[in-house]
């Protein structure tokens, strides 16, 4: 099936500018997160949804980051007011249920801020 | 939150069997330890999950002593395809616990 698809995939960006990432997860997955991966570094939670609580965002970096998840699937990172140490491959995920549950990972989508 | 610590980078060649320790000294009651593995310009990949004692599947095996205070992933003759960075994570039901992945150990497998 149908594996997490992210859009879009590479994004160049003047800083000051809003962007937003758009996450597609596995059907039937209620659990989805956003992880953020600087060059060479490891993976950075930044905030995740489990059906229909409250997102965990304890991950945020700022108030300039934020995400929703529409109709439990669907997922859109938005980044506001971009700045250059934004730039990052911003991962999503999502897994059958909870935690503990296999995460299944995007390809990505690079965002480079100039 | 379970804090994880790796070794930076390993080295290897093919063939061998490599053993990457994880130390985990807070871990919870209810947590797991879980290992990912991560190519290049991919995001990270699921390879084992483990509570106590041994779990082994077609890739890799955890060994977790008695304490759970540490894991071992291991895995059996290695090529240059398993070259990588491989991240352990520990984490249970308690959302926020599970996300936290560290800088992970990058693995090279020389021939």
């Known amino acids: 099936g149908a594996g997490v698809s992210q859009s879009p995939s590479n994004k160049v960006t003047e800083k000051g500018k809003d962007v937003e990432l758009r996450c597609d997860p596995i059907s039937g997955h209620t659990a989805l997160y956003w992880y953020r991966q600087s060059l060479g570094q490891g993976l950075e939670f930044l905030i995740y949804f489990q059906g229909n609580s409250a997102p965990d965002k304890s991950g945020l970096p700022s108030d300039r980051f934020s995400a929703e998840r529409t109709g439990g699937s669907v997922s859109t990172l938005t980044i506001q007011r971009t700045q250059q140490e934004d730039s990052a491959v911003y991962l999503c995920a999502s897994s059958l249920d909870r935690v503990t549950e296999t995460q299944y990972f995007g390809p990505g989508t690079r965002l480079l801020v100039l | 939150l379970a804090k994880t610590t790796q070794p930076i980078s390993m080295d290897s060649y093919e063939g061998q069997e490599v053993n990457i320790t994880c130390s985990h000294n807070?871990?919870?009651?209810?947590?797991?330890i879980t290992w990912y593995q991560q190519f290049p310009s991919q995001g990270p990949r699921f390879i084992i999950q483990g509570y106590k004692t041994k779990v082994t599947n077609e890739v890799a095996s955890l060994f977790i002593p008695a304490d759970r205070k540490s894991s071992t992933l291991s895995l059996p003759r290695v090529s240059l395809s398993d070259t990588a960075v491989y991240y352990c994570l520990v984490g249970g039901d308690n959302a926020g616990n599970m996300l936290t992945f560290g800088g992970g150990t990058r693995l090279m497998v020389k021939p």
């Open positions: 807070n871990i919870a009651t209810n947590d797991y």
